[in-house]
Nanobody, 115 residues
Framework: QVQLVESGGGLVQVGGSLSLSCTASERLFGMGWFRQAPGKERELVALATSGGVTNYADVVKGRFTISRGNAGNTVYLQMNSLIPEDTAVYYC????????????WGQGTQVTVSS
């Protein structure tokens, strides 16, 4: 029953920046971002707990910043120094902090980085 809604995707030039937002219908322990390019596996971009502990994929470290809102139901992704390899559908992910552990997914938002 938990719904996640992403926003902020779009077209940006190489070296540019883009910000993604995701809002869940209830508080979640873990929230983060995954992405999937055509013909590629879905991959982790970044994760954050409600306490602010973060984890990044190596390919985005130093360029992307994940953050959580104080209410516990939002997650943001600031993407800087974008490169064409960042082009993908970005999916917001959320995980409950109590049993049963359940993952929820947003509908995805397209990010396209053009040369």
């Amino acid at each position: 029953q938990v719904q996640l809604v992403e926003s902020g995707g779009g077209l940006v030039q190489v070296g540019g920046s883009l910000s993604l937002s995701c809002t869940a219908s209830e508080r979640l322990f873990g929230m983060g971002w995954f992405r999937q390019a055509p013909g590629k596996e879905r991959e982790l971009v970044a994760l954050a707990t409600s306490g602010g502990v973060t984890n990044y994929a190596d390919v985005v470290k130093g360029r992307f910043t994940i953050s959580r809102g104080n209410a516990g139901n939002t997650v943001y992704l600031q993407m800087n120094s974008l490169i064409p390899e960042d082009t993908a559908v970005y999916y917001c992910n959320g995980r409950t902090g109590t049993w049963p552990i359940v993952d929820y997914w947003g509908q995805g938002t397209q990010v396209t980085v053009s040369s």
